[in-house]
């Protein structure tokens, strides 16, 4: 086997659009297409939007087309729309995630669904099971393939069993980070970065040029605020989402409470029932959090884990809270749209001994952004309108990439085109600016929802030459055979003889008979010298029984044969019917539909008394000298010497009739070839060997040669 590089001018384009996600930070949703294959990276809704408004924008594809969907994690906004999507389209492909992501997304969707019921209808139960059938999932690293995409997954370091996923089609590589972190916190790893550069990136920019606080720094302001509030009387309220950064939270809290005796009588609540049963889950999957957590925790005894809190209480009902002193209480939504941490909200925030914690991003739009401005007053779900005097604080703990770790992701797998996504219009502008400023040679996008960016690329084709065809690879060598594509864009050239042994393909030949009856009598030389008017290769066969029979002529008929490929079979009587055989292919059918044209002009009298030379050079010669004159300006022809002289474009040309051509420049000799083969196509006699001709088969090494002195190669 050896490999040959496929060379052409052909430029493909990578497609990248945002249905969602796009200048904005929620509903991802991302869909790549190459070579007409479609990938869908992430599927989620908008936590500031409900119903259909919070669904990405599938009006603008075809689900159909989707070959492929790739989720990286369990938050709502990266996985919501899942179950719609398999149920509510027409999309029959593929989709995947990891192990641990498809268990926290059934708990999720199950939460998401009974919070939501009769009011947003975009989940049912039925759905949702639909989509957990559909689901396949993946370890870190695990290649596959799935209808000629290429795929695996690296550790994103954003929640328990969050992806990037690297995509590979036609050799081109794209790389999706979903959301990431590359700093470890407690219990997470970061995120890996991958061995083999994409062609293509598309990353979050959710914190823009923004840099987060040393982990150390952040964990103490956190800790102070909580312990100032609780300490002062007040209760400490913490939004969360149930799971991802709550864990981390959870961590530290009960730590520090640990360390600190004083604040052991004042109860910590977590107001999450999914959160506890979803702590088994973190249990079963220790192998994939960080060494610290795995150095504490016994697998085999089940002792010292980590998620089991000393201070720490699960609220299993708001209803039966004693809320008759200071408290601290992590509860769900992270962003106070509604449901247990805006009911607490609304009943704390008018006491100015109590507080509320940010430790995460917030969409623009949702009452948890707003009160980070510090209004006056607030509005209820009702509508009523509060004043806001509990104290609010904000700390990132929210595991996405800063700029900082962003640009030294960019720096180290060495892209040159970065599409960004996740994140909004004011924070994608700055980091884009940033990014093309330390990197001059970069591209970076910063699509809206819907936009489609087209990134131009001329990928590297290799094609392997295997079976009998090895012999003849040998470096500027012309090949021939049959060019096999498989679904995963692997070119193979090889004989059709080997189709059936390298492939799962099978061979057949097509055989065709033409019967033209001529109404009268023609002798065989008769047929043969009006054939060779038209090929110069026709010859007759002999009158052995063995050579006639296995063309299928009975014993009284004559053969002939022209470009050694169509057999004429002459029957003769009172007239001459004439039988035309070939095997089928695009050369001989060119050339049985010929001799089937020539044939019938024996029939049809000529209109034009033919010039006496008609079948002699020199009629030739001024047939071709007029030709060409129609082409070029001055045009001698020297009869005696069948030579043709003219200049093109200042240059010199010389042709010695018919085909040797003489000229310093390539591109003229090129040009002056293609009309001088045009020009004998039509004068002279199709010769028997048609390797020149250009038709893609070489019938026969050429007779024929162009020359010159650029160096024109023998055609």
Known sequence: MQNIEVTGDSWDKVEVVPLGSGNEVGRSCVVCKFKGKQVMFDCGVHPANSGVDSLPFFDNINAEEIDLVLITHFHLDHCGAVPYFLQETGFKGKIVMTHPT????????QDFIRVTSGVHDVCTEAWLENALDRIVTFDYHQESSHNGIKFHSYNAGHVLGA???????????????????????????????????????????????????????????????????????????????????SQELLLILDEYWSEHKELQSIPIYYASSLAKRCNTVFESYISLMNDRIQKQYDVLKHKNNPFVFKHISLLKDIKNFDDSGPSVVLASPGMLQSGVSRQLFE??????????????????????????????????????????????????????????????????????HVVLVHGDSMNMSRLRNRLVKD???????????????????????????????????????RLKGL?????????????????????????????????????KYFSAHDVEEHLSKYFAGVTMLGEDPEITQSVGAEDNEIVLVVAKCVHIILHQSDTTTVCIKWRSSRFTD???????????????????????????????????????????????????????????????VTIIAPFTIDCDSPEIAAKVLAVTQRIFLSVWPIPEDFGWCGCGEDHQPSKIRAVSAGGLHQH
Request: hydrophobic share 35%; with cysteine.
């Open 102 to 109: 498809k268990k926290i997304f059934r708990m999720v969707m």
């Open 163 to 245: 992806a990037m996923w690297m995509i590979e089609i036609c050799g081109v590589r794209i790389l999706y980070t979903g959301d990431f972190s590359r700093q470890p916190d407690r219990h997470l790893m970061g995120a890996e970065t991958p061995v083999v550069a994409p062609d293509v990136l598309i990353v979050e920019s959710t914190y823009g040029i923004q840099v987060h606080e040393p982990r150390e720094d952040r964990e103490k302001k956190f800790t102070k605020w909580v312990s100032d509030i609780v300490m002062r009387g007040g209760r400490c309220l913490l939004p969360v989402f149930a799971l991802g950064r």
């Open 347 to 416: 009943r704390w925030c008018t006491d100015e001994k109590n507080g509320v914690v940010i430790a995460g991003y917030c969409v623009a739009g949702t009452l948890a952004r707003q009160i980070q401005s510090n209004p006056s007053e607030v509005q209820r779900e009702d509508g009523k309108v509060l004043p806001l005097r509990c104290s609010v604080h904000t700390v990132s703990f929210s595991a996405h990439s800063d700029f900082q770790q962003t640009r030294e992701f960019v720096e180290t797998i060495g892209t040159k």
């Open 439 to 477: 990197f001059p040679y970069l591209s970076c996008h910063t699509p809206a929802n819907t936009q489609v960016i087209k990134i131009p690329f001329h990928p590297q084709r290799i094609c392997k030459v295997i079976g009998n065809n090895t012999s003849n690879a040998a470096p500027g060598s």
């Open 483 to 519: 060019m096999v594509v498989s679904k995963d864009f692997q070119h193979t050239l090889l004989e059709p003889n080997d189709l059936p042994t390298y492939t799962e393909l099978t061979v057949s030949e097509i055989h065709q008979a033409v019967y033209v009856p001529l109404l």
């Open 590 to 652: 060119i050339v049985a539909d010929s001799t089937c044209v020539s044939l019938l002009c024996l029939l049809k009298p000529s209109t034009q008394e033919m010039p006496q030379d008609a079948s002699d050079d020199v009629f030739r010669l001024r047939c071709m000298h007029k030709m060409l004159s129609q082409h070029f300006i001055g045009v001698h022809l020297h009869l005696g010497e069948r030579r043709f002289t003219f200049d093109v474009e200042g240059e010199s």
